[in-house]
T-cell receptor, first 114, second 115 residues
């Protein structure tokens, strides 16, 4: 079925370490993927996105990797900071859909220790 | 500030009450959305409006009634809710109904508690 799920519900890291948050998806027709960050008491905020015709995309301190062979998506955060502590969601959009009809994963709680 | 404002931020209501959630976007977007966020569940899409026309209704119970009077405003009217409807209700907008990307701009949510 169509689902987006996360391997690990929680991740704890030390400040300065690199973080990797993983996501599995099952809909091979998905053509677009996006990562959101949600801090306590706030709505989700866009981090980075990637289209299915790419396998890697870099932003500021973040990198998204897409492996279509195994239907796996990951978010890498370099030099993680306490301000990165939040819940991270991956989301996918099925190919052929317009507007933002996204299917979200459950989320991973990232905790960064000083 | 995301450009999407939701009010009220917190709402407590009884099962027989009628209340409304309001969302306003200042981004010039053409599509607006209601999502429900419950504990330990993924975000659930409820409704989508594109150019003020409802284009998506994900089997949401009729006790939730959306309204989109113009492209900047979205309401969610609530009546005879159940305790299991307690959740964070998120409003979002996106640049175009048939945008090239799926990026959504979220508000901070309305935390609803049904007693």
């Amino acid at each position: 079925g169509e689902s987006v799920g996360l391997h690990l519900p929680t991740l704890s890291v030390q400040e300065g370490d690199n973080s990797i948050i993983n996501c599995a998806y099952s809909n091979s027709a998905s053509d677009y993927f996006i990562w959101y960050k949600q801090e306590s008491g706030k709505g989700p905020q866009f981090i980075i996105d990637i289209r299915s015709n790419m396998d890697k995309r870099q932003g500021q301190r973040v990198t998204v990797l897409l492996n279509k062979t195994v239907k796996h998506l990951s978010l890498q955060i370099a030099a993680t900071q306490p301000g990165d502590s939040a819940v991270y969601f991956c989301a996918e959009r099925a190919g052929g859909t317009s507007y933002g009809k996204l299917t979200f994963g459950q989320g991973t709680i990232l905790t960064v220790h000083p | 500030e995301t450009g999407v404002t939701q009010t009220p931020r917190h709402l407590v209501m009884g099962m027989t009450n009628k209340k409304s959630l309001k969302c306003e976007q200042h981004l010039g977007h053409n599509a607006m959305y209601w999502y429900k966020q419950s504990a330990k569940k993924p975000l659930e899409l409820m409704f989508v409006y594109s150019l003020e026309e409802r284009v998506e209704n994900n089997s949401v119970p009729s006790r939730f009634s959306p309204e989109c009077p113009n492209s900047s405003h979205l309401f969610l009217h609530l009546h005879t809710l159940q305790p299991e409807d307690s959740a964070l209700y998120l409003c979002a907008s996106s640049p175009a109904a048939s945008g090239r990307t799926g990026e959504l701009f979220f508000g901070e949510g309305s935390r609803l508690t049904v007693l």
